[in-house]
C-alpha cells in the first residue's frame, strides 16, 4: 500500500472541513472595538446588539477606537490604547428595546414596597468591514 492511498482511507475519517485550505479560506479580520462604552470583539458581516445609538435606521455608523486587530497572518496588534487609522464601519439595523427587568424593594415591618419596571434600548447593527 503507497503513500497515497493510505492517505485515501485516512481520509474516510476526517471530515474535509478541516483541512488547511479551508481552514485559511474561512479565516477573516477579527477587531475588538469600543462601542458606546462597551468591547465587543466583532468580525465583518456579525450582527451586535449594542447601547442605543442616536442615529436613524438604515444609517452608517464608524467606530475609530479599535483596541486590537488580528488580520490573515493570526498576529494580533494591540493598541495603546487604540490603534491609529484604524476603524470599524457599521449600519444601523434597528432600535429594539431589552426584556423588561423587574425591580422590588421591601422593609419589613416598616410598610416599605416599591415595585418598578425598566427596559434598556438596544440598537441592532450589522459589521460592514474592519478597516487597519
Request: no cysteine; aromatic share 8%.
Amino acid at each position: 500500500m503507497n503513500f497515497f492511498q493510505k492517505l485515501e482511507n485516512y481520509s474516510k475519517f476526517y471530515p474535509k472541513e478541516l483541512s488547511l485550505q479551508s481552514v485559511l479560506k474561512n479565516h477573516t479580520m477579527i477587531a475588538i472595538v469600543n462601542i458606546a462604552g462597551q468591547q465587543f470583539k466583532v468580525t465583518s458581516g456579525q450582527k451586535v446588539y449594542v447601547h442605543h445609538l442616536d442615529a436613524e435606521k438604515g444609517a452608517k455608523v464608524s467606530f475609530d477606537e479599535v483596541l486590537m486587530l488580528s488580520g490573515d497572518d493570526n498576529t494580533p496588534t494591540i493598541g495603546t490604547p487604540s490603534i491609529k487609522g484604524a476603524r470599524v464601519e457599521a449600519s444601523v439595523i434597528d432600535h429594539v428595546k431589552g426584556d423588561k427587568v423587574i425591580v422590588y424593594k421591601k422593609q419589613r415591618r416598616k410598610g416599605l414596597e416599591k415595585k418598578n419596571g425598566h427596559r434598556q434600548s438596544f440598537t441592532q447593527i450589522q459589521i460592514e468591514s474592519i478597516i487597519a
